[in-house]
């Protein structure tokens, strides 16, 4: 394909040339990789932003990620990169997400402290590449899917270690005993601090896109969000105050009121919701709607930038107005507002931290209660003396867990 080298094909371990199949493209692979591989099952039953439990019409993690590799799949090929590159990123960009989302992710971070914490897109790398089983290094060490290069460099959001970001970012996208790995795929990477491919920007706006969206879609649908709320002064100017401080800082009140005003006076996002098929039917052109506005702002953007022709890897970076920024930072607020900071959520975030530092403890105590392939590489690190490898195999047990297996496992434990 045009904007690829072999460079960018290259895989972290060679593979025998007999087990490819000539008609079969190298990041048509990738994508099968991830596609048939555990981790993306696992997101099934793990929660987007509200539990998977609760609601058959609400997302989940699997959902959601088919959702973004759908939107960023369309737009990466109309801007000349790989729709299987792109796709493969948007599909696994979550699948180092523990129980529970970022509540989760926030309490393993804690837990893990002392080894270097717990960041969902480190360890979408150390899944990718350790974690999940397809091929292995002649020493016997795991080399995970071993994806190629174009395509582990899209699925990394955050290409730094802790502590390093280019910006103001807790987020990081590897951990200290994923250095060889990371180095190995930002080989050819231009020599700027947090640069991204362009394929990895196209699966990060895709997401962004994705979830601003639907989660108010699913808001609404679930009965969290009342549209009607959304016209309420007070409540315009939470969700402003939100949008400032989580998700745009330096973007002011005025724009970011300014952008809700715009959306509101779209027509496009419902007045009321009584979950009747004309109402669904509205929700849904909400939800095409906006999605098309910020997938082909984004698109006409960087082609005015860059031009025309074929755009991948390092050739070009995507151009997000300030205007759609804000919007998508508002339709952000409006599910952090109403949804995540209510009271009932809240409560339920406590209770799901106490079941993930519980779980540790549980892994910790009892290493036989462990998944074989977690319980294997504890026992090595243990035969090693290395207690941050110890401590580290059991906090990738708990973060392969569904938010449905750890309930479970955390029921059965306590009674």
Not at 185 to 204: I, K
Not at 230 to 257: C, G, I, P
Not at 326 to 334: G, I, P, R, S
Not at 390 to 404: H, K, N, T
């Amino acid at each position: 394909m045009v904007g690829y080298t072999p460079h960018d094909r290259e895989r972290w371990v060679s593979e025998d040339p007999a087990l490819k199949r000539l008609d079969r493209d190298d990041f048509a692979r990738d994508r099968g990789r991830v596609i048939h591989s555990a981790g993306l099952r696992r997101l099934s039953a793990t929660t987007q932003v509200v539990s998977p439990d609760s609601d058959d019409f609400v997302r989940n993690r699997l959902t959601h990620s088919l959702e973004v590799a759908q939107i960023g799949r369309e737009f990466g090929a109309a801007l000349g990169c790989s729709a299987d590159v792109v796709d493969t990123a948007c599909l696994a960009h979550d699948i180092g997400h523990p129980p529970f989302g970022h509540n989760g992710e926030s309490a393993l971070d804690t837990l893990a402290a002392d080894i270097g914490g717990f960041e969902g897109n480190a360890q979408t790398l150390r899944v990718l590449t350790r974690l999940e089983a397809k091929r292995s290094h002649a020493d016997g060490r795991s080399a995970g899917l071993n994806l190629t290069r174009a395509s582990l460099d899209a699925a990394t959001k955050y290409p730094w270690s802790r502590g390093e970001a280019p910006h103001a970012t807790h987020k990081f996208g590897v951990y200290p005993d994923d250095v060889e790995v990371f180095a190995w795929l930002r080989d050819g990477a231009p020599d700027e601090p947090g640069r991204r491919c362009l394929e990895a920007q196209v699966m990060d706006w895709a997401d962004d896109v994705a979830y601003c969206v639907h989660d108010v879609e699913d808001g609404i649908a679930s009965g969290r969000i009342d549209p009607a709320a959304l016209r309420s002064t007070v409540e315009k100017s939470a969700v402003v105050q939100v949008a400032r401080e989580s998700y745009a800082a330096d973007l002011s009140d005025d724009e970011l009121a300014a952008a809700l005003e715009r959306l509101l006076a779209s027509g496009w996002v419902p007045e009321s919701h009584d979950g009747s098929r004309a109402d669904l039917a509205a929700l849904k052109d909400m939800t095409s709607r906006l999605i098309g506005r910020f997938v082909s702002t984004v698109e006409q953007s960087t082609r005015a930038e860059h031009g025309g022709g074929v755009l991948t890897r390092y050739a070009a970076d995507l151009v997000v107005p300030d205007n759609v920024r804000a919007e998508t930072a508002v339709l952000k607020a409006t599910a952090a507002h109403f949804v995540m900071r209510s009271t009932e959520r809240r409560d339920l975030m406590d209770h799901q931290r106490t079941v993930v530092g519980e779980l540790l403890r549980h892994f910790l105590d009892r290493p036989e209660a462990m998944d074989p392939l977690h319980r294997l590489a504890r026992q090595e690190a243990l035969s090693a003396g290395d207690e941050a490898a110890q401590l580290r195999a059991v906090v990738d047990q708990v973060a392969s867990l569904s938010d449905v297996r750890a309930l479970t496992l955390h029921a059965s434990i306590t009674g």
